[in-house]
T-cell receptor, first 110, second 113 residues
Framework: DGGITQSPKYLFRKEGQNVTLSCEQNLNHDAMYWYRQDPGQGLRLIYYSQIVNDFQKGDIAEGYSVSREKKESFPLTVTSAQKNPTAFYLC???FGDGYTFGSGTRLTVV | GENVEQHPSTLSVQEGDSAVIKCTYSDSASNYFPWYKQELGKRPQLIIDIRSNVGEKKDQRIAVTLNKTAKHFSLHITETQPEDSAVYFCAAPFNQAGTALIFGKGTTLSVSS
């Protein structure tokens, strides 16, 4: 069953710690994306990658980092430099038009 | 860069009525405009999209219209049903290749029976 998997579903971290969110897809899609969803703010683009070993900043990349070492994987690290990290994070992939979204990770930093 | 404005933020209609959601964009070079639906607790899903070489596209009860001159596009839902209740997002290309999207802030549609 093809799809895109985000793990974990819920994540709690202490302030000042870096945390990595996982995103894996078996759809053979070239492009992958990370969005942040806050109430009333829509989906804001953090980073995207169109091909392995390449990625670009989105609108709100500050305080985040990514890597794309494998086609299937696009992990997102939320660093301690991100001022307001508590949010719902969505990963997506695409081949041509239309995104396939993961089910999201809700990160809470206390 | 591209900027997408979406209105209204909330919309309440009676079952059977029509609903219209509008988005404006800033980059005249943008050429692809999708709409996503996110039901409560679920992931967003593409429901319809339009490219800049056409003015209108329909799929059963939903349609999207595009006005390139005015730089706005709209989602039209006819004969609304309770299962249409969801958050709807419009989007436009963030990068030149059009692979990355920038989304509007969303419209919460409530259909009451």
């Amino acid at each position: 069953d093809g799809g895109i998997t985000q793990s974990p579903k819920y994540l709690f971290r202490k302030e000042g710690q870096n945390v990595t969110l996982s995103c894996e897809q078996n759809l053979n899609h070239d492009a992958m994306y990370w969005y942040r969803q806050d109430p009333g703010q829509g989906l804001r683009l953090i980073y995207y990658s169109q091909i392995v070993n390449d990625f670009q900043k989105g609108d709100i990349a500050e305080g985040y980092s990514v890597s794309r070492e494998k086609k299937e994987s696009f992990p997102l690290t939320v660093t301690s430099a991100q001022k307001n990290p508590t949010a719902f994070y969505l990963c997506a992939s695409s081949f041509g038009d239309g995104y396939t979204f993961g089910s999201g990770t809700r990160l809470t930093v206390v | 860069g591209e900027n997408v404005e979406q209105h209204p933020s909330t919309l309440s209609v009676q079952e059977g009525d029509s609903a219209v959601i509008k988005c404006t964009y800033s980059d005249s070079a943008s050429n692809y405009f999708p709409w996503y639906k996110q039901e409560l607790g679920k992931r967003p899903q593409l429901i319809i999209d339009i490219r800049s070489n056409v003015g209108e596209k329909k799929d059963q009860r939903i349609a999207v219209t595009l006005n390139k001159t005015a730089k706005h596009f709209s989602l039209h839902i006819t004969e609304t049903q309770p299962e249409d209740s969801a958050v709807y997002f419009c989007a436009a290309p963030f990068n030149q290749a059009g692979t990355a999207l920038i989304f509007g802030k969303g419209t919460t549609l409530s259909v009451s029976s």
